[in-house]
């Protein structure tokens, strides 16, 4: 992903409107380029800020800094476990594949 394609995502990703892939890809392009951070950091700070202003509720910690990183490695890591959870459903369905293989005698 270049530097165009990451930051006319931001706002798909500060509204969880990305897929997981790329969501992912997105924050892995985020974590190693300094310019689309900022641009992602000042954009989402300003989203929550007016959000939290909005809402009656003041639960919010206000450390919007620290949500954003949160939210980025949780792209990362939910990307992570649905490759692992296909990886591992792809393993049973080969493992049934042969065990009923066996069982049938071919
Ligand atoms: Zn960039």
Same mark, same amino acid.
């Not at 270049?2 to 892995?28: P, Y």
């Not at 809402?55 to 800094?65: C, L, V």
């Given at each position: 992903?270049?530097?165009?394609?990451?930051?006319?995502?931001?706002? =798909? /990703?500060?509204?969880?409107?990305? $897929?997981?892939?790329?969501? +992912?890809?997105?924050?892995?392009? @985020?974590?190693?380029? *300094?310019?689309?951070?900022?641009?992602?950091?000042?954009?989402?700070?300003?989203?929550?800020?007016?959000?939290?202003?909005?809402?009656?509720?003041?639960?919010?910690?206000? =450390? /919007?800094?620290?949500?954003?990183? $949160?939210?980025?490695?949780? +792209?990362?890591?939910?990307?992570? @476990?649905?490759?692992? *959870?296909?990886?591992?459903?792809?393993?049973?369905?080969?493992?049934?594949?042969?065990?009923?293989?066996?069982?049938?005698?071919?």
């Amino acid at each position: 992903m270049n530097c165009d394609e990451c930051q006319n995502k931001i706002e =798909d /990703f500060i509204h969880d409107r990305l $897929e997981l892939q790329e969501a +992912s890809e997105f924050s892995e392009h @985020i974590k190693h380029c *300094d310019n689309c951070y900022n641009e992602l950091e000042i954009n989402y700070c300003m989203q929550s800020a007016i959000a939290e202003l909005k809402s009656d509720e003041r639960s919010g910690s206000g =450390d /919007f800094t620290g949500a954003l990183k $949160e939210k980025l490695t949780g +792209s990362v890591e939910k990307y992570r @476990i649905m490759r692992r *959870d296909h990886k591992i459903k792809k393993s049973i369905v080969i493992t049934l594949l042969v065990v009923i293989g066996i069982f049938i005698g071919i």
